[in-house]
């Protein structure tokens, strides 16, 4: 059905161990010349079945789509997205009446390397990490449509930032089904204006909604810094639940805007400023120390050879940090980069307390929520770690 690949005999234990991935390395042989995107075929060297993925001329040569014999068709798109929906159905996710925001699909998490899809209101936003899954947007819009029926009125494609360079240099940012002004959505209660279009990733940050919630039930009647606050997310929370002061910082004066119009369509009773500034240098600079102070950076690192760099300037952050918490305060830190795995950043922010001379305790371990499930054989995706510190002299 499609072009073979066959892999060497020492490197067939992670396919058979279900992983997703097959690097470039493993690769015996291949039957005929394929492009990047095409379909293929994953063999052992005796010519055994093992996988059905797509092929890219990169490290990662190989994502896997089936550990079954099949065709990758429409009713295969289908299929896999009704599977995905069941999952948050299951969650209770898609009926729950104080959040109409969630992800529908999280990649190798939902058995799809390269696909993310997110759920806004009645606004499905898809963003591809590679080329095959790319080539094959179409399929994935029509198994939308299938599945959502009425209950969707736009599908946005949001890829050409995330595809390489080259494939992408003739791509953009489009409505594959009809069309819709950004909108306001609500998370717990909490509304926030999203911008696809403009905005990161697909325009917000959904993997911090439990953990945001989990700062509302600490906030009331105290002062807040939300670092790296993006559109104001753990800030909206704060002053929802009754924070007396909350202060967002972000280097980006679009994402003050957009934190500062959030503010604006919720009612609230604290206090709130925000800071377009750098956010070590707002730690360095000013005097205010706070009752709850929250740390969620960008990505330090997206590869190997940057997780060095990238410890130190989380240790450097957090020891910054953690001299602006108050006596008996608490901290909520966060890493999102997949290769500082938990064990790394533990020990990262480990480093950081012992350097702060402070006494900490460690109260909470935080991850994604259940809407950004892992794949037990894809360890990689376990890649937001978080801990709540309560922080003493």
């Not at 911008?195 to 600490?218: H, S």
């Not at 709130?272 to 120390?289: G, P, S």
């Not at 935080?366 to 499930?373: C, E, F």
């Amino acid at each position: 059905m499609y072009t073979k690949i066959y892999l060497k005999k020492n490197k067939l234990a992670a396919v058979k161990r279900f992983h997703p991935w097959i690097f470039s390395g493993a690769i015996q042989r291949i039957e005929k010349p394929v492009e990047d995107g095409e379909l293929v075929e994953v063999c052992a060297p005796n010519g055994n079945f093992l996988a059905i993925g797509y092929y890219q001329d990169n490290t990662i040569a190989i994502r896997v789509l089936s550990f079954k014999k099949e065709e990758i068709n429409a009713n295969f798109w289908n299929e896999t997205i009704k599977r995905a929906y069941n999952l948050r159905e299951q969650l209770q996710i898609t009926t729950d009446l104080s959040t109409n925001a969630y992800r529908l699909f999280h990649a190798e998490g939902d058995h799809i390397p390269g696909l993310i899809i997110d759920i806004y209101d009645k606004v499905a936003v898809v963003q591809c990490h590679s080329i095959g899954i790319h080539q094959r947007i179409e399929q994935i819009k029509n198994a939308l449509i299938h599945v959502y029926g009425n209950k969707l009125d736009a599908v946005y494609d949001k890829s050409k930032g995330t595809l390489p360079k080259e494939y992408a240099k003739d791509k953009e940012n489009r409505y594959l089904f009809g069309k819709t002004d950004n909108q306001t959505i609500k998370e717990n209660k909490n509304m926030f204006q999203v911008n696809w279009e403009e905005g990161q990733k697909t325009g917000f940050f959904l993997d911090q909604r439990d953990n945001r919630n989990l700062l509302a039930q600490y906030a009331s009647g105290k002062s807040v810094l939300n670092t790296f606050c993006y559109s104001g997310g753990f800030s909206i929370y704060a002053l929802n639940a009754g924070a007396s002061l909350v202060h967002s910082v972000d280097v980006s004066k679009k994402a003050i805007e957009w934190t500062n119009e959030n503010a604006e369509i919720n009612t609230f009773e604290g206090g709130h400023e925000a800071y377009a500034m750098d956010v070590l240098k707002f730690l360095k600079q000013t005097d205010q120390k706070y009752d709850i102070v929250v740390v969620d950076p960008p990505a330090y690192a997206k590869s190997q050879k940057a997780r060095h760099n990238a410890i130190q300037g989380y240790k450097r952050l957090n020891i910054a940090a953690f001299k602006k918490v108050k006596k008996g305060g608490l901290m909520f830190t966060f890493s999102c980069s997949q290769v500082v795995n938990r064990a790394l950043f533990s020990h990262t922010i480990l480093a950081a307390a012992l350097e702060s001379g402070r006494k900490i305790r460690v109260l909470h371990h935080l991850s994604q929520p259940a809407d950004h499930p892992m794949n037990i054989f894809h360890p990689e995706g376990n890649y937001l770690k978080g801990l709540v510190l309560s922080v003493d002299d």
